[in-house]
C-alpha cells in the first residue's frame, strides 16, 4: 500500500515558497526530458556509473525523473517532508542546502560506484568478456530503440540513476532528526480505497529506513533504489544533526535527542514559562494568603495561619521548579482543603498543567489547566487548546473541546499550537460527524 504524506503538524515558521518551487522546477525538468519517454532527451540529465566524478552531473540527476508515477510520488513525498524543514529555516536557507545535498548525494553515488568501470561491468556482469552474452543484451536493447549504440549499452549496464529521491530521503532524515514527535498526515490506497491517518514522524521514517536497509542487504549493497535512498539518509542524518549541535535550528527541544532522554519541549527548559506575573511583582507565596472567616482580625492564630500557608506555598513551588509536579499537586490539594483559593502564580500554574500533561496525570492537569482559564481569561490561547487535546484525546469529549475552543483567536499563538489548534478541531469536527458523543465526566 503506498503511502503517501500530504500534510504534517510540524510548526511552520516559514511558508513553503521554497518547496513549492522545488516541486515547479521538478516538473519543467520532467516536461523538458520528455516526460520520461524519450530516452535521448533524458541522456544528459543522467548520473553515469563508473565514470569517474561528474559534478555537473550530479545536480541534474536530482531533477530528472523516469515516468509520471515517479514524479508524483516524490513530489508528494517532497511537499511532506519540505514542509517540516523548510519551515523551521526559511527558504533563503533551504535552496541552498536543498541544492548542496543534492550534489552531496551525486559526489557520494559517484565515488561509490568508481568501481563500475567498463572492464569491470564486461568481466563480472558479462562473464569474462563474453562477447555472445554483450551481444545478447544489446539486441534486447534494440527492440525498444534500434539506434542504439554499443557504447550506450555497456553504459546502461554499468548503471545510471536519476530522480529526486535520493534528496528526499535526506530531507525525510532531517525531519526525523528535528521532528520525530510531531505527525504527519498520510494519504495510503487499500484495495483501491482511500484510507487516510496520522503518524508519527518517526515511526514513519523509520518504517522507511526499515525497508531501504532489508532491500540494501537483499541487493547485497548494489546501488540500487534501496542504495540510493539510504545515501540520501545519512546526507539528511548528518545535516541534522550539525544544524542541531550548531544551533542553526530551533527545534524548542523537540528533537529526537531530547525525545530520547524523556526531556522534550519547552517545559524541559528551567525557563520556558516566560511572561506570568502578578499584579504586585510578587508570588502567592511571598503574599500573606487568607485565612478565612474565623479569626479574621489581626490576631495571633491569624499571623500564624498565614505563616505556615506562605511555608507551605515556598516547598509547593520548590517542588514545581525543580519538576517534581506530581507531588506538588497532591500538596496544594492538601492545602486546598483549608485554604479553597489557594494557588502558584501564573508561571508555575503554567508549568505544573504542563508538567502534569507530560507525567500522563490527565485528572490533575485538568484541574490546573481549568483554574488557569479562571484565573487569566484574557490570554490563556495554550491552555484552551491544551485543553481542549485533553478532552479530545484523553476525555472522549469532542463536542466539549470544540467549545473550548469556540472564538478562540490564534493571534500571537505559536506556529506549533495554532497547528494543534487546526487539527483538534478538524479531529473533533470528524469524530462528532462520525456520531461520537461526548462522555459523561466521572465526577
Given amino acids: 500500500?503506498?503511502?503517501?504524506?500530504?500534510?504534517?503538524?510540524?510548526?511552520?515558521?516559514?511558508?513553503?515558497?521554497?518547496?513549492?518551487?522545488?516541486?515547479?522546477?521538478?516538473?519543467?525538468?520532467?516536461?523538458?526530458?520528455?516526460?520520461?519517454?524519450?530516452?535521448?532527451?533524458?541522456?544528459?540529465?543522467?548520473?553515469?556509473?563508473?565514470?569517474?566524478?561528474?559534478?555537473?552531473?550530479?545536480?541534474?540527476?536530482?531533477?530528472?525523473?523516469?515516468?509520471?508515477?515517479?514524479?508524483?510520488?516524490?513530489?508528494?513525498?517532497?511537499?511532506?517532508?519540505?514542509?517540516?524543514?523548510?519551515?523551521?529555516?526559511?527558504?533563503?536557507?533551504?535552496?541552498?542546502?536543498?541544492?548542496?545535498?543534492?550534489?552531496?548525494?551525486?559526489?557520494?553515488?559517484?565515488?561509490?560506484?568508481?568501481?563500475?568501470?567498463?572492464?569491470?561491468?564486461?568481466?563480472?556482469?558479462?562473464?569474462?568478456?563474453?562477447?555472445?552474452?554483450?551481444?545478447?543484451?544489446?539486441?534486447?536493447?534494440?527492440?525498444?530503440?534500434?539506434?542504439?549504440?554499443?557504447?550506450?549499452?555497456?553504459?546502461?549496464?554499468?548503471?545510471?540513476?536519476?530522480?529526486?529521491?535520493?534528496?528526499?530521503?535526506?530531507?525525510?532524515?532531517?525531519?526525523?532528526?528535528?521532528?520525530?514527535?510531531?505527525?504527519?498526515?498520510?494519504?495510503?490506497?487499500?484495495?483501491f480505497r482511500a484510507v487516510s491517518f496520522d503518524v508519527t514522524i518517526m515511526v514513519f521514517s523509520l518504517w522507511y529506513l526499515a525497508l531501504g536497509l532489508l532491500a540494501l542487504l537483499l541487493s547485497k549493497f548494489e546501488m540500487g533504489s534501496s542504495g540510493l535512498h539510504m545515501v540520501g539518509c545519512v546526507i539528511g542524518l548528518t545535516v541534522g544533526v550539525v544544524f542541531l549541535r550548531m544551533g542553526w535550528v530551533d527545534c524548542e527541544k523537540w528533537d529526537l535527542f531530547s525525545v530520547l532522554s524523556g526531556k522534550y519541549g519547552r517545559f524541559a527548559e528551567q525557563d520556558w514559562a516566560s511572561g506570568g506575573h502578578s499584579p504586585t511583582g510578587k508570588t502567592y507565596g511571598e503574599l500573606p494568603i487568607p485565612t478565612g472567616i474565623e479569626d479574621s482580625g489581626d490576631g495571633p492564630a491569624s499571623v500564624t495561619r498565614a505563616k505556615k500557608t506562605t511555608n507551605a506555598m515556598k516547598q509547593v513551588n520548590a517542588l514545581i521548579d525543580s519538576g517534581d509536579v506530581l507531588t506538588a499537586a497532591e500538596e496544594l490539594m492538601s492545602m486546598r482543603l483549608h485554604e479553597t483559593d489557594i494557588c502558584p502564580d501564573e508561571a508555575r500554574m503554567r508549568k505544573l498543567a504542563m508538567g502534569l500533561l507530560q507525567a500522563q496525570a490527565f485528572d490533575d492537569a485538568e484541574i490546573w489547566l481549568q483554574e488557569y482559564l479562571d484565573h487569566y481569561p484574557e490570554d490563556n490561547a495554550w491552555a484552551r487548546i491544551r485543553m481542549a487535546q485533553l478532552l479530545l484525546t484523553q476525555l472522549k469529549r469532542p463536542t466539549a473541546a470544540l467549545q473550548t475552543l469556540k472564538g478562540l483567536s490564534l493571534e500571537g499563538v505559536n506556529g506549533q499550537l495554532q497547528t494543534l489548534a487546526k487539527k483538534i478541531v478538524r479531529t473533533a469536527k470528524e469524530q462528532i460527524l462520525s456520531g461520537v458523543q461526548d462522555e459523561e465526566p466521572e465526577w
Fill in 1 to 191: 500500500m503506498p503511502l503517501i504524506p500530504i500534510n504534517t503538524d510540524a510548526p511552520l515558521y516559514h511558508f513553503p515558497y521554497a518547496t513549492i518551487g522545488l516541486i515547479v522546477v521538478n516538473t519543467i525538468a520532467f516536461v523538458a526530458t520528455g516526460c520520461g519517454m524519450n530516452a535521448r532527451l533524458q541522456e544528459p540529465w543522467l548520473l553515469q556509473y563508473g565514470d569517474g566524478l561528474n559534478p555537473l552531473e550530479w545536480i541534474p540527476a536530482a531533477f530528472a525523473h523516469g515516468g509520471f508515477m515517479h514524479l508524483i510520488g516524490n513530489m508528494f513525498f517532497l511537499w511532506g517532508f519540505g514542509l517540516v524543514v523548510e519551515g523551521k529555516l526559511g527558504w533563503r536557507i533551504f535552496i541552498p542546502l536543498y541544492l548542496g545535498m543534492a550534489a552531496a548525494w551525486g559526489a557520494s553515488v559517484d565515488l561509490l560506484t568508481l568501481h563500475r568501470t567498463d572492464a569491470y561491468v564486461l568481466r563480472s556482469d558479462f562473464r569474462k568478456l563474453d562477447v555472445q552474452k554483450f551481444e545478447e543484451f544489446k539486441e534486447k536493447l534494440e527492440e525498444t530503440d534500434p539506434d542504439i549504440d554499443a557504447r550506450t549499452v555497456l553504459n546502461i549496464a554499468k548503471g545510471r540513476c536519476l530522480g529526486a529521491s535520493g534528496v528526499i530521503f535526506s530531507l525525510m532524515a532531517i525531519s526525523l532528526v528535528w521532528a520525530p514527535k510531531n505527525e504527519m498526515h498520510i494519504v495510503g490506497f487499500l484495495f
